[in-house]
C-alpha cells in the first residue's frame, strides 16, 4: 500500500514546481507521460517510498516506525505498487485535462484532449471544459474516500497503510 499511495502523488509534483518557474508551462509534462512514468516517475516513487514514507506517516499518524519500513522495504512488490500507482494517476488524469503528454513524445500533448472536457466545453470553451470535468472527478473520487474513511475510522492508518486488521 505504501508504494501505491506515493507512486499516485508523484507525477503531480512538477506542477508547483513547474508553476513557480516555469511561467507559462503546462502544468504536466514529463512525469505525466509514459516514459516518465517508467523513468523518473518510478525511481522517485521507490526512494520516496523507502526513505521518506515510514518517517513521515509514523510521525503524523502515531504508527509504528518499524512496521512501516517492514511494509517499505525495497522489492518488486513496492516496485510493481509504485508503478501501479504511477499509470493509475495517469489514466485518472487523462478524461479531465485538456493538455496530456501521456504518449510523449510520440504524439503531440495537445493532441489529446480529455474526453470530460470536451463533453463539458459549452460552445468550444475549453477552460469550461476542464473545471466541469475536474469537480465532476474530484466528486467521484471524493465519495469513495469518504466512504473508506467513515468505514475505517477506528482503525485507519494500520488497517489501510499496514493490511493489519482490527483484533
Same mark, same amino acid.
Given at each position: 500500500?505504501?508504494?501505491?499511495?506515493?507512486?499516485?502523488?508523484?507525477? =503531480?509534483?512538477?506542477?508547483?514546481?513547474?508553476?513557480?518557474?516555469?511561467?507559462?508551462?503546462? =502544468?504536466? &509534462?514529463?512525469?505525466?507521460? #509514459?516514459?516518465?512514468?517508467?523513468? #523518473?516517475?518510478?525511481?522517485?516513487?521507490? &526512494?520516496?517510498? !523507502?526513505?521518506? /514514507?515510514? %518517517?513521515? #506517516?509514523?510521525?503524523?499518524?502515531?504508527?509504528? !516506525?518499524?512496521?512501516?519500513?517492514?511494509?517499505?522495504?525495497?522489492? /518488486?512488490?513496492? #516496485?510493481?505498487?509504485?508503478? &501501479? +500507482?504511477?499509470? +493509475?494517476?495517469?489514466?485518472? =488524469? &487523462?478524461?479531465?485535462?485538456? /493538455?496530456? %503528454?501521456?504518449?510523449?513524445?510520440?504524439?503531440?500533448?495537445?493532441?489529446?484532449?480529455?474526453?470530460?472536457?470536451?463533453?463539458?466545453?459549452? +460552445?468550444?470553451?475549453?477552460?469550461?471544459?476542464?473545471?466541469?470535468?475536474?469537480?465532476?472527478?474530484?466528486?467521484?473520487?471524493?465519495?469513495?474516500?469518504?466512504?473508506?474513511?467513515?468505514?475505517? !475510522?477506528?482503525?485507519?492508518?494500520?488497517?489501510?497503510?499496514? =493490511?493489519?486488521? !482490527?483484533?
Amino acid at each position: 500500500m505504501p508504494g501505491l499511495i506515493v507512486g499516485s502523488f508523484v507525477p =503531480d509534483i512538477e506542477v508547483p514546481v513547474l508553476w513557480l518557474f516555469g511561467g507559462g508551462l503546462p =502544468d504536466h &509534462l514529463i512525469l505525466h507521460s #509514459i516514459i516518465g512514468v517508467l523513468t #523518473i516517475g518510478v525511481l522517485v516513487s521507490v &526512494l520516496v517510498t !523507502r526513505f521518506l /514514507y515510514a %518517517p513521515a #506517516i509514523s510521525a503524523l499518524f502515531g504508527i509504528e !516506525r518499524a512496521k512501516l519500513e517492514s511494509a517499505c522495504a525495497t522489492s /518488486y512488490v513496492l #516496485i510493481g505498487s509504485c508503478l &501501479l +500507482g504511477l499509470f +493509475g494517476h495517469l489514466l485518472l =488524469d &487523462l478524461p479531465m485535462h485538456p /493538455y496530456n %503528454p501521456l504518449l510523449w513524445p510520440w504524439v503531440n500533448p495537445n493532441a489529446i484532449v480529455g474526453i470530460l472536457v470536451i463533453l463539458f466545453a459549452q +460552445g468550444g470553451n475549453i477552460e469550461s471544459g476542464f473545471a466541469a470535468a475536474n469537480q465532476l472527478v474530484s466528486v467521484v473520487m471524493l465519495v469513495p474516500l469518504l466512504a473508506i474513511v467513515i468505514k475505517h !475510522r477506528h482503525v485507519l492508518w494500520s488497517s489501510l497503510w499496514l =493490511d493489519e486488521t !482490527r483484533k
